[in-house]
């Protein structure tokens, strides 16, 4: 969803007020595409402060399915967002590249990637679905947390053996 600032830009001290439907759908996170399975409108005040600098809030919260990092189980995470940016559109204008100055293309404000790049700060690199998560078998992929499997230990190098103690102790502890 695109803002345009034209009548904020108008006026030193004028503000805008808007609660938008967020159209994002998906939050690409590195190589992973992640689907948001429920999203609030975004609420955005944006504010002319003086001469061409804009103060812009935003927020609303998502949620999205991710998977535990050792089971692969889906695992909802919710997330807050909360913007708080001043944009000097006269910089903007001289110093073109800049991530923050991507989110205005002319006199447009692009509310989706602003929250896509705050969900991407806050994103996690990994998530478990619970601590004590068992993970998947190596060999026959059975989640551990539910069932056992019949797959067959592998057989360790004789000099790794003291180094399988350590772990098997860990376990019983």
Not at 69 to 87: H, K, Q
Not at 111 to 118: F, L, P, Q, T, W
Not at 135 to 152: A, F, I, P, Q, V
Request: with cysteine.
């Amino acid at each position: 969803m695109h803002i345009q600032l034209i009548d904020v830009l108008s006026q030193d001290g004028q503000v805008l007020h808007r609660a938008i439907p967020l159209e994002l759908d998906t939050v690409e996170a590195g190589a992973e595409r992640f689907v948001l399975s429920e999203k609030s409108p975004v609420t955005v005040d944006i504010t002319h402060m003086s001469g061409r600098v804009l103060h812009i809030e935003a927020r609303c919260q998502v949620s999205a399915m991710i998977p535990c990092g050792r089971c692969l189980e889906e695992v909802g995470r919710t997330f807050s967002v909360s913007i708080s940016r001043e944009v000097d559109m006269k910089k903007m204008e001289t110093e073109q590249g800049l991530d923050e100055y991507s989110l205005i293309t002319g006199t447009e404000l692009d509310v989706d990637r602003m929250i896509h790049n705050e969900l991407l700060v806050q994103w996690p690199l990994r998530v478990l679905c619970r601590e004590d998560c068992k993970g998947m078998c190596s060999r026959c992929g059975t989640n551990l947390n539910y069932h056992n499997c019949d797959c067959e230990k592998q057989s360790l190098d004789p000099r790794m053996a003291a180094i399988s103690d350590i772990f098997s102790k860990f376990k019983e502890e």
